[in-house]
Structure formats: structure tokens, C-alpha cells
């Protein structure tokens, strides 16, 4: 289902969540950590260093 929600956001997740991202309208980047305004989304667990240290800067 193509929802939109999303539009012209751009987004960072598992890859299988790739279509559904797209599908709600985002642009899907394959990176560790991605700043979309007040959005920070990280691809998996293994990027949790990189996700804390966006969170860290967008707080400060």
C-alpha cells in the first residue's frame, strides 16, 4: 500500500524494509545513520555508536 507518509523524507533501515520505505513515499539510502530534519533513523544494532553520536548532536 503506498501511503505517502513519508514523502520526501529521507530514510536508513534494515534493507528488507527498503520497499516498504519507498512505498510510504521516502527515499531509502543505505547508510549507518541518516538526519532527515528531527528524524534520525540507523540501519540495525551494529550502527547503535554512529545512531547515539546523531542523537547526541541533534540534542546539543
Known sequence: M???IAKGKTLTAY???KTDLQNAGA???D???QVDGN???SRNPDD???FVA???KALS
Open 27 to 29: 527515499d531509502f539510502v
Open 2 to 4: 503506498n501511503t505517502g
Open 54 to 56: 546523531a542523537i547526541d
Open 39 to 41: 528524524l534520525i533513523t
Open 48 to 50: 547503535i555508536d554512529n
Open 15 to 17: 534493507h528488507s524494509l
Open 31 to 33: 547508510k549507518t545513520v
